[in-house]
């Protein structure tokens, strides 16, 4: 191993966040007028794929071809039995919806649908039976993340550490990644439940990947579903006056969700079957 490919591997975490942030935030940051220059759209929709390119660059320099591939396999990881699907398809929808009903509740107002994200993207008479599956879709194929969350940071946090606290530490940094989303009208009180959304997800999802033997179809089909779901309800998956309680009460749901699964399945590894994924 020559003095490049060992300081790579010595700060391979480090330095594939540094990468991702700098691809994306560059993005990100662009279209949020910050920048003096504005993306394409074509560019745009790479965002996500920094992730890929920045963990299938780093597990290339540091562990060689074979790591690649196999880091790539993991998306092909389906056999994980029928439950773990359904969780991935479900847990997430249920907090939300559960969120969005129960503030209409205590508020004694109907949900307003028409004020979903996704009438402002497909425009008005947008069909949720029609464009639902496009945007899943969509996000499944467009949004890299998980490839870097779960694919190439998560492993290496929990090589050193258990999985509970590698997840919590994960989640900040998930967190701190949506920055630019938010500076341009930034609120203390939504990037704090932004913050704790992010924290619980992680949670969420750490355990889909462990359970699964690092599936990263589990969890980016989790993480599309949660998407795709968020911007069809009354409430997106964003914070702002207009939908604050529900998406304070899906925060809350979320919270719960990620205690009941610290509790069960144990913080060492968010697993009672499977040993923690890591990557030395």
Known sequence: MNLTTAFLKRHSLIIGLVLMFLYTWTIDLSNSGVMPFEVPFPIYITLGWGFIFASLLMTGLTLGRDAVITLLKRFLIWRVGWRWFLAALLLEPFCIVSGVYLNAAFARIPPDFSEAMAYQIFGASAS????????????????????????????????????????????????????????????????????????????IQTWL????????????????????????????????????????????????????????????????????????
Not at 131 to 146: A, Q
Not at 181 to 196: D, S
Request: no cysteine.
């Open 128 to 203: 949720p039976l029609l464009f639902f599956p496009v945007f899943f879709l969509f996000d499944l194929i467009t949004n890299g993340e998980e490839m870097g969350w779960r694919g190439y940071v998560l492993p290496r946090l929990q090589a050193k550490y258990n999985a509970l606290t590698s997840t919590l530490i994960l989640g900040a940094i998930w967190a701190f990644w949506h920055l630019p989303k938010y500076i341009t009208h930034f609120n203390a009180t939504a990037f704090g439940w932004a913050a704790l959304h992010f924290l619980s997800f992680a949670v």
């Open 209 to 280: 990947y462990n359970n699964t033997r690092g599936s990263l179809l589990i969890v980016a089909v989790s993480h599309a579903i949660s998407n795709a779901v968020g911007v069809f309800m009354p409430m997106a998956n964003t914070v702002s006056s207009e939908n604050m309680g529900s998406y304070i009460f899906y925060v809350l749901f979320e919270v719960l969700a990620a205690i009941v699964i610290t509790v069960v399945a144990g913080p060492a590894r968010l697993s009672r079957t499977e040993e923690k994924q890591v990557q030395e």
